[in-house]
């Protein structure tokens, strides 16, 4: 009697595929492994769910397998049952959710099982070499100095931007040499913890909140709701080491790749231990390696962006979210998930604790610490000698700027440079100038796919849309009248820079912006700069703003923030709040007192005045609260259906079938459909429509019914649609 396998392929469809399992590979098939498979005319990599003797569909025209690419499941059961749930939760396919779980070369069919592997290690010869004498190979001479405090993986060796030529020299000199690492030698820490460095010591509240994480066992989740600059990464170490003694790996989830090095740089101080890093700045066999080592155990520490959380553990020990608040932590594209609400499944399922810390908390986390759903700790004051901030408004309304700097912003600017700090300047629109405005008849440069406005990039000369990445080179002429008067419009990082340049000539300035660490390594080079002083200015978009330490950055700047206070968005003033006290907590966060300003034309906002007056714990309270009077998340649950088709007609009819299918009562309401913000994006025109509830159980039963529906219909193949289940930008 033949065998058939049941298969999850990584395609849109809600539908498991049935294939043949040949008698050569009966013996080795393993519901988890992955296959390759016939899949139209191409070849697609899947993973078993089943295995059986039976079909329902028609033997003669079932296909059989072509390679089985696993010996054993790729996932252990915990992480299977994750993807499982999240299907089922995002209302996506299963194949699409195992595809998200596994790094891109084992969906390309790359080998999953783990080769031995080589590292870097310093000769007793190479430990002999004053690292002086190497001045004029300022490459060897930093490569030499990695080495001796520790060999270096290949990975490691790519994360610190070392360079290969300076390996061969050392290496031809018999400085360093290349050794074959056993897995007794990979697995050591197990047996052992070294710390590289002496912890910190703890102030009261910190040792609290350790001591409350590391006395419980088990499944729980807690929030750590800490001021700016209270030593809530301290509070990380703390638990991880003694995670650590007891034999258990750790995964440490930060929500940009900007803030890796400076956390992977402090594990690594701390601990004698593999630390593996996954995020997507990594090529595909750096980013398998470190999964491979985690899902080995030679990981201790695993550091990444929002995919590592699906990083298997073979001693899971605890899961922590740093920044939770972060929107990063969702998926915007494909499978919308969010990584912070699939950690805590996570835990659950492997019966470990998840830590999740920020100085501004989400709602949806404040809402459930308040409820007891997860434990609360709270860190109120900062760590060591750090002082509370200064904070003032500076109100712009009929006053003269220069590149968007007001005189009195500018003046503090001079008192703070000349006292020998640092200055921090945040402004969130990169480029030159957000249009391109015609002085003679006034038409602004429109993008020709999107309802929005070209972005002027005058160092690379061009335009650009940074909704589509249409982009032209800058015109000579406006496009309505002909007129050459062209100029930008509004106020960029890269003309703030230009302009900072110019009034403090004795000053270095240095941007950090999406378009100036392109480059593999710049960022890391740049931060460092500045934790060397070598810039006084920093100009930033929210790249700058999160996490970062700048022990001598005491007066931060924020230019241009009335857009955030008038949005579509019903979480605008929670993003806000968070946006505020994330930028004001780079200022004075070492012995220096810190100041930060903040430039309006609307000094006289609410919401403006209550965040500086009451702060962000004051004020999300009572943000939670109005949304419990509104009916919307947290208090409610959502799911926004957004579809897009080049005729609007399309999207409006197929967007009606669902709204027809959903109950509108007291538990549930349907708000749509309606265009969404931005009407018109790449070409299409978008359509919104979304269904609350008061249950989530509710939600889940009757959506699922009314998508199953749609998903038959022939219009369900004439636009784009997506459905995105607990939304966090409307737009």
Known sequence: MPNFVDVALPVPL?????????DEFIDHAKIGSRVSVPFGN???VGIILNITPFCELDESKIKPITELLDQRPLLPESLAKLCDWAAKYYFTSHGQMLSQAIPVALRKGGESEFEGQVEYCITVLGNEIELST?????????????????????????????????????????????????????????????????????????????????QQSGFNTSL???????????????????????????????????LTPQTIGRFRRRFDVQVSVIHSGLTDKQRLIAWQQAREGEAAIIIGTRSALFTPMKYPGIIILDEE?????????GVGYHARDLAVMRGSLEDIPVVLGSATPSLESLNNALSKRYQHLELTNRAGAAQKVRQGIIDIRDQPLKAGLSTALINEIRIHLDAGNQVLLFLNRRGYAPALLCHECGHLHECDRCDAFFTLHQALGEIRCHHCGNQYAIPRQCHQCGSTMLAGQGIGTEQLEQTLQQLFPKYPVVRIDRDSTRRKGSLESHLNAIHKGEYKILVGTQMLAKGHHFPDVTLVGMLDVDGALFSADF????????????????????????????????????????????????????????RKQALLPPAWNMVLVKAEAHNPIDADTLLNEFANRLPQNEQCEVIGPMPAPMDKKAGKFRRHLMFQTQSRPLMQKVFEQALAEVEQLPIAKKCRWHVDRDPQDLI
């Open 325 to 333: 608040h972060d929107s990063s932590f969702k998926q915007q594209e």
């Open 224 to 258: 750590i709701e800490g001021v700016t600059g209270s030593g809530k990464t301290e509070v990380y170490l703390s638990v991880i080491e003694h995670i650590l003694k007891q034999s258990k790996q750790a995964l440490v989830l930060v929500p940009e790749i900007g």
């Open 571 to 626: 979480r605008a003033p929670e993003r806000f709040g968070q946006l505020y006290t994330q930028v004001s907590g780079r200022a004075g966060r070492a012995t220096k007192a810190g100041t930060v300003l903040l430039q309006t034309h609307q000094a006289d906002n609410p919401i403006l005045r209550e965040i500086l007056h009451k702060g962000y714990a004051e004020f999300s309270r009572n943000q939670l609260e109005e």
């Open 42 to 44: 191409q070849h697609r």
């Open 14 to 22: 809600r539908q498991r595929f049935s294939y043949l399992l040949p």
């Open 134 to 214: 190497l001045k004029r190979s300022p490459a060897q001479k930093k490569l030499l100095a990695a080495l001796k405090i520790s060999a270096l993986s290949p990975a490691e060796f790519n994360e610190l931007s070392l360079s290969k030529s300076a390996l061969k020299a050392l290496t031809e000199k018999g400085w360093v040499e290349a050794k074959q690492r056993t897995t007794e030698f990979n697995l050591r820490w197990r047996q052992s913890l070294v710390l590289g460095e002496t912890p910190h010591k703890l102030n009261a509240e910190q040792a609290v909140a350790v001591s409350t994480l590391t």
